[in-house]
């Protein structure tokens, strides 16, 4: 059974600062990992989707890692922002149409 | 991206009543749309997956008869709670996957909807 975990459960950093967000997942055998940020009562937002295939996306400030093998993901983002605060969940498509979402972690950027 | 629009956005009713919720996918086409149900501070729980033209596929645990899910075109799915109690106060979430490929595409939000029931 597919199981997706994040570290840290939450984060506050200043602004400026680098950081990494952390998603492990115990079954190697998927189709991508997707990065999603939520705002408080809110939706989804796609941030960057790596397939199987591929070992990093990035868009911007953000830069996603995937090593399957070990099963890990790693979400960095480049000078952080205050406007950055958000929960940033971490989703696993094991096929069959099933997504295993992480717990999140929630991100406090001071000002 | 995609865009996924989710109908309305809060709705408070009385207990016993029927709330209606509703999906569309605005530029894209979804065979396959995904109904999600979070908790304060928890992590999505997928409740359903609903199928264009045939009946959804729910989760263990989902009771059907209490959450009716309607995928009637390739644009829109609906989420009907029946008879809500408080204890369904909950936000969901729907969700559909762009895919040329079957199942592995990158998955769009709605912006979910807060039900609150007195």
């Known amino acids: 059974k597919q199981e997706v975990t994040q570290i840290p459960a939450a984060l506050s950093v200043p602004e400026g600062e680098n950081l990494v967000l952390n998603c492990s997942f115990t079954d190697s055998a998927i189709y991508n990992l997707q990065w999603f940020r939520q705002d408080p009562g809110k939706g989804l937002t796609s941030l960057l989707l790596i397939q199987s295939s591929q070992r990093e996306q990035t868009s911007g400030r953000l830069n996603a890692s995937l090593d399957k093998s070990s099963g890990r993901s790693t979400l960095y983002i480049a000078a952080s922002q205050p406007g950055d605060s958000a929960t940033y969940l971490c989703a696993v498509n094991t096929g069959g149409f099933k997504t295993i979402f992480g717990a999140g972690t929630r991100l406090f950027v001071k000002a | 991206g995609a865009v996924v629009s989710q109908h309305p956005s809060r709705v408070i009713c009385k207990s016993g009543t029927s709330v209606k919720i509703e999906c569309r996918s605005l530029d894209f086409q979804a065979t396959t749309m995904f109904w999600y149900r979070q908790f304060p501070k928890q992590s999505l729980m997928l409740m359903a997956t609903s199928n264009e033209g045939s009946k959804a596929t729910y989760e263990q645990g989902v009771e059907k008869d209490k959450f009716l899910i309607n995928h009637a075109s390739l644009t829109l799915s609906t989420l009907t709670v029946t008879s809500a109690h408080p204890e369904d106060s909950s936000f969901y979430i729907c969700?559909?996957?762009?895919?040329?490929?079957?199942?592995?595409?990158?998955?769009?939000f709605g912006e979910g909807s807060r039900l609150t029931v007195l």
């Open positions: 969700s559909a996957r762009v895919s040329e490929h079957g199942n592995t595409g990158e998955l769009f």
